[in-house]
């Protein structure tokens, strides 16, 4: 079955480090994102992009990298630039106005 | 610029009585809008959608909303909750459709409790 393939499901990181978290997609669509999601603060939009080797910053792009060598894969990378990296990471797909999201990324600095 | 105002972090309602979330949104150009549902530490189930078709939108699990330009709303409705309704829901709007330039902005969710 098609869908999206977010991992690890946990995270832990130590201040000052950088990591890597991993979406896949094997629905062919051209568009991903990425979101962050805060407690009360619903879901932000930190970066997207809409094909192959193209992204745009979302609107907390701040301590964050993606990049989109292929169709299929968008990883998000947290640096240590990111002052408070403790959240829940969606990572989502889009075809026309069907958006397909992933289970998710739990980070935690430690 | 497209904004959602979701009113009401937390309702709680009977298990049998009607579900009611407020969803108003913002948009600069026609929009699309959506409700999503989301259960503890996972990603998100899309309940239903509106994209300019008919203004009374049906979706998964009894649950439906109606588009109300005038008022600029979208607000979910159902009419008897059930106990698995218990989890957060999101509304969320994107600016019609732009073609690539589509991007989903998120309400702040409301956590809905049933109980018994």
């Known amino acids: 079955d098609g869908g999206i393939t977010q991992s690890p499901k946990y995270l832990f990181r130590k201040e000052g480090q950088n990591v890597t978290l991993s979406c896949e997609q094997n629905?062919?669509?051209?568009?991903m994102y990425w979101y962050r999601q805060d407690p009360g603060q619903g879901l932000r939009l930190i970066y997207y992009?809409?094909?192959?080797?193209?992204?745009q910053k979302g609107d907390i792009a701040e301590g964050y990298s993606v990049s989109r060598e292929k169709k299929e894969s968008f990883p998000l990378t947290v640096t240590s630039a990111q002052k408070n990296p403790t959240a829940f990471y969606l990572c989502?797909?889009?075809?026309?106005?069907?958006?397909?999201f992933g289970s998710g990324t739990r980070l935690t600095v430690v | 610029a497209q904004s959602v105002t979701q009113l009401g972090s937390h309702v709680s309602v009977s298990e049998g009585a009607l579900v009611l979330l407020r969803c108003n949104y913002s948009s600069s150009v026609p929009p699309y809008l959506f409700w999503y549902v989301q259960y503890p530490n996972q990603g998100l189930q899309l309940l239903l959608k509106?994209?300019?078709?008919?203004?009374l939108v049906k979706g998964i699990n009894g649950f439906e909303a109606e588009f109300k330009k005038s008022e600029t709303s979208f607000h979910l409705t159902k009419p008897s909750a059930h106990m698995s309704d218990a989890a957060e829901y999101f509304c969320a709007v994107s600016e019609g459709n732009t073609g690539t330039a589509s991007k989903l902005t998120f309400g702040t969710g409301t956590r809905l409790q049933v109980t018994l």
């Open positions: 629905l062919n669509h051209d568009a």
């Open positions: 509106y994209t300019s078709a008919a203004t």
């Open positions: 989502a797909s889009r075809l026309f106005a069907s958006y397909t």
């Open positions: 992009s809409q094909i192959v080797n193209d992204f």
